[in-house]
């Protein structure tokens, strides 16, 4: 019932007035490729490059996405790099995206990385008018670009909430599923699950379908009973930390190669062997079976640890 409420209470962010917003965000533009090409770039056009990210900070930061009142250190300290490498016209633009989220952990100065993902190649297309404000509706497609931005949006907020919390980001990662549904519907590339691989439309499908529900377990033990608790006691907290992995472990069996254990491992892989590399040997062998099935590629990373 509590559950129910409270994404009841997420949903109804559009209509709910709070008093902070949720995201630090900086974006960057990023136009090299362009000044190489003869795709109508000229020096002039700079200036609509640095409109372009100011309109992009200004929509993530100003724009109030849940209505829960975050205080300053509490939002979210994120950023977004655009790779622009195609110009078709004056307004219309293709390259990269790339994201990436940080969370704080407990009683210290320390920041772990939770999302860092860079889709795939001139997979983002998108239209952009510096006389035209960037609009958006949860049911109603307006442009690709804050479709686009607006779903990492939630798919950061539920990832975040995940690891502070049981399924605790559980409404975003339906905020986003919404949206990539509507956007589905549109001509624009990376809605749809033929799309490719990294396609928007996958990612949140992992974090939606029941099939991989452990997933959302793996952010809360990993961050929250994990990092959150190092300060405190680290036996216990690398136990959390382990049981981490299994969860991780058992959404692999579900379907292995999922693009959200691959990007989980990707984040955290270096963060996992520098916890782990004046562990009991034990606790070393736990984590190198599990990396070995989940990730044989980063098993070179563990290669100085006893686990005969």
């Given at each position: 019932m509590l559950r129910k409420l409270f994404i009841l209470l997420t949903m109804s962010a559009f209509c709910v007035y709070?008093?902070?917003?949720?995201?630090?965000?900086?974006?960057?533009?990023?136009?090299?490729?362009?000044?190489?090409?003869?795709?109508?770039?000229?020096?002039?056009?700079?200036?609509?490059?640095?409109?372009?990210?100011?309109?992009?900070?200004?929509?993530?930061?100003?724009?109030?996405?849940?209505?829960?009142?975050?205080?300053?250190?509490?939002?979210?300290?994120?950023?977004?790099?655009?790779?622009?490498?195609?110009?078709?016209?004056?307004?219309?633009?293709?390259?990269?995206?790339?994201?990436?989220?940080?969370r704080p952990v407990f009683n210290s100065?320390?920041?772990?990385?939770?999302?860092?993902?860079?889709?795939?190649?001139?997979?983002f297309t998108f239209s952009f008018n510096e006389s035209q404000p960037l609009e958006f509706d949860p049911n109603t497609f307006y442009d690709n670009l804050s479709s686009t931005l607006a779903y990492y949006c939630y798919i950061m907020l539920g990832m975040y909430f995940d690891s502070f919390g049981p399924n605790g980001?559980?409404?975003?990662?339906?905020?986003?599923?919404?949206?990539?549904?509507?956007?589905?519907t549109s001509s624009n590339k990376g809605w749809k699950p033929s799309d490719s691989q990294k396609s928007r439309y996958w990612f949140v499908e992992n974090h939606t379908n029941s099939a991989y529900e452990a997933l959302h377990s793996v952010y809360y033990f990993y961050y929250r009973l994990g990092l959150d608790m190092m300060t405190k006691d680290q036996p216990t907290a690398r136990q959390n930390i382990i049981e981490s992995l299994r969860?991780?472990?058992?959404?692999?069996?579900?379907?292995s190669n999922l693009l959200s254990v691959t990007q989980f491992v990707d984040v955290n892989m270096a963060e996992i062997v520098s916890i782990f590399t004046p562990a009991p040997a034990e606790e070393q062998k736990t984590v190198y079976m599990i990396i070995k099935e989940v990730s044989p590629i980063n098993v070179t990373k563990m290669k100085d640890w006893n686990v005969k």
């Open positions: 709070c008093h902070a917003q949720e995201f630090r965000c900086s974006v960057n533009v990023n136009y090299q490729k362009l000044q190489s090409t003869t795709q109508q770039y000229e020096t002039g056009d700079v200036k609509i490059f640095e409109t372009m990210k100011r309109a992009i900070e200004d929509f993530i930061n100003g724009r109030h996405w849940t209505n829960l009142e975050l205080e300053q250190n509490e939002r979210l300290d994120c950023s977004i790099n655009i790779i622009l490498s195609q110009r078709t016209s004056a307004t219309d633009f293709g390259g990269q995206i790339s994201i990436q989220l940080r100065n320390y920041t772990s990385g939770l999302f860092n993902y860079m889709e795939g190649n001139n997979d980001g559980e409404a975003f990662f339906e905020m986003a599923r919404n949206i990539a549904q509507t956007a589905g969860y991780l472990q058992q959404v692999h069996k579900k379907r």
